[in-house]
Nanobody
Framework: QLQLVESGGGSVQPGGSLRLFCAASGFSLDPLSIGWFRQAPGKEREGVACIAGSTDRTNYGDSVKGRFSISRDSSRMGVTLQMNALKLDDSASYYC???????????????????WGQGTQVAVSS
């Protein structure tokens, strides 16, 4: 069973940047679509970004377009979510999830992903 682990969360001021990382020990995520999702207290989980297996095609949620960037790391073992120009509303628990190669659609949908990490916390505050 693939066990995904997120890292890189933390606290930052508005306008700052954070980089999240998703990996599975001993397994390459390269063939899989990887999605990033977030959930704030009292809110539904939201699709943030995804990267498709094999093609590396990317898609983003409307609220993060132009600010967040998803990519595979140089080793092709993990996936990075670069978050820039962070806003208060970006505060949430962030989760990465793995799905089949073609799971990264224009809408980043939970139902396409069946392996989930435990999450990492991002807090944006002044």
């Amino acid at each position: 069973q693939l066990q995904l682990v997120e890292s890189g969360g933390g606290s930052v001021q508005p306008g700052g940047s954070l980089r999240l990382f998703c990996a599975a020990s001993g397994f390459s995520l390269d063939p899989l679509s990887i999605g990033w999702f977030r959930q704030a207290p009292g809110k539904e989980r939201e699709g943030v970004a995804c990267i498709a297996g094999s093609t590396d095609r990317t898609n983003y949620g409307d609220s993060v377009k132009g600010r967040f960037s998803i990519s595979r790391d140089s080793s092709r073992m993990g996936v990075t979510l670069q978050m820039n120009a962070l806003k208060l509303d970006d505060s949430a628990s962030y989760y990465c999830a793995a799905g089949e190669a073609g799971a990264c659609f224009s809408r980043v949908r939970e139902r396409e992903y069946d392996n989930w990490g435990q999450g990492t916390q991002v807090a944006v505050s002044s």
